[in-house]
């Protein structure tokens, strides 16, 4: 059932309402999609995260080490100290691995509070 509409709608939706962060990414490194759960891990709402670029507030080497290695299609999971717009800091773990969304590819990324857990 590859590309069975319901399936696709019914995972959409899941992805929306999950407890955990869930955003979308292209090769230009432009956030395509964002679920709320991860708008509000990072403190901003889902039109200031579209309009960001992935790597703008983490510029450590380990998240440069993963963004141009999931641009070469490996995937990669690791931990940061995410600081918020309003001057607040999470501990976030996450995952980051290659996917396609309308036919192209794109980069899906999971993460969550690791003090939440």
């Known amino acids: 059932m590859p590309n069975d509409p319901v399936q696709v709608t019914l995972l959409g939706e899941g992805?929306?309402?999950a407890e955990i962060g869930v955003i979308v990414w292209n090769a230009e490194r432009r956030y395509v999609a964002a679920n709320p759960k991860a708008c509000e891990l990072v403190g901003t709402t889902r039109e200031q995260l579209l309009a960001?670029?992935?790597?703008s507030?983490?510029?450590?080497a380990e998240a440069k080490?993963?963004?141009?290695?999931?641009?070469?299609?490996?995937p990669a999971r690791g931990s940061m100290s995410a600081t918020r717009p309003d001057g607040t800091t999470v501990e976030l773990d996450w995952l980051v691995f290659p996917t396609r969304v309308a036919g192209l590819d794109h980069i899906i990324g999971l993460f969550w509070d690791r003090t939440a857990l």
């Open 15 to 17: 992805a929306e309402y």
């Open 52 to 55: 960001s670029t992935v790597g």
């Open 57 to 60: 507030t983490n510029r450590s």
């Open 65 to 74: 080490a993963a963004i141009d290695g999931i641009l070469g299609h490996v």
